[in-house]
């Protein structure tokens, strides 16, 4: 349906008050709902699941195949159609189970964060669900820095709400960008904080970084105001790139 539209002008229109459910998602007109709705019925079928197949004669890599296959998809899909983040106790709760699932409800022989390990380093892949939502929320910040509005058309709303910021500089702007409006969108603040629990766990910082923005940055102030040089940025001085050169500022 077009954005702003008039409802009355489109035949057979019916207007839903309550909650709906479209594509396997509980959609409530409150965002807040989202999490109780989807995430928690999630978990109680995924702990049901698991209890009934725990007596199952299955091997221990045949039980990690099975979470793979049988819980995993069913996580992501939630993940990549919902932009807020489930509780560290929803994680925490989910870990449990997959565990007691693993080792028949016996104490664990070997803690899951090793089994998370890739093999080659002593583990059995088995998924670290919290990084999975990372992962899921990642793939909009590389639409972000390669935007393509024709084959993405979402990226034109996200770029208006981010108003004086362009999009593709978020990712290089500190975390005071909270403060700025944009952050008030649940798919930009749920990206960049996926984002940032990024670096976080691959102990990087990109603040400040050839790519972080000069202009319109709240990291970068005169007189408590950011700063924007029209002719600068028409010429494409816009980063840090543009005016460092081996650690020196250029003249120009």
């Known amino acids: 349906m077009p954005i702003n539209c008039d409802l009355q ?3 057979n229109a019916t207007i839903q008050s309550g909650n709906i459910r479209y594509l396997g998602i509980n959609i409530s007109p409150r965002i807040s709902e989202l999490l109780k709705l989807n995430y928690v019925p999630l978990l109680k079928s995924t702990e049901d699941d698991l209890l009934r197949w725990r007596r199952l004669p299955i091997s221990l890599m045949g039980r990690v195949a099975t979470i793979k296959m049988m819980t995993l998809p069913k996580v992501n899909y939630l993940f990549s159609m919902i932009p807020t983040k489930p509780s560290s106790g929803w994680f925490k709760s989910l870990d449990s189970y997959i565990s007691k699932f693993l080792w028949k409800n016996k104490p664990s022989r070997i ?3 090793t089994l998370q390990q890739t093999k080659d380093r002593g583990g059995l892949d088995l998924p670290n669900f ?17 935007p393509n509005n024709l084959d993405e058309p979402w990226l034109d709303v996200e770029q208006a709400l981010c108003e004086d910021l362009v999009i593709s500089d978020l990712p290089f702007i500190s975390p005071t960008i909270k403060s700025h409006r944009c952050f008030k969108s649940v798919n930009i603040s749920s990206s960049l904080m996926a984002w940032w629990d990024f670096l976080k766990l691959t102990k990087s910082s990109l603040i400040p970084c050839k790519l972080t923005p000069i202009w319109n940055n709240p ?5 408590k105001k950011m700063i924007n040089f029209t002719q600068w940025r028409n010429k494409g001085i816009s980063q ?8 020196n500022f250029l003249s120009f």
């Open 240 to 247: 840090l790139e543009h005016i460092i050169e081996n650690g």
């Open 111 to 113: 803690s899951l964060k």
């Open 219 to 223: 990291d970068i102030l005169q007189n």
């Open 9 to 11: 002008s489109i035949p």
């Open 130 to 146: 919290s990084n999975y939502f990372i992962a899921s929320k990642l793939q909009y910040i590389s639409k972000w820095l390669k």
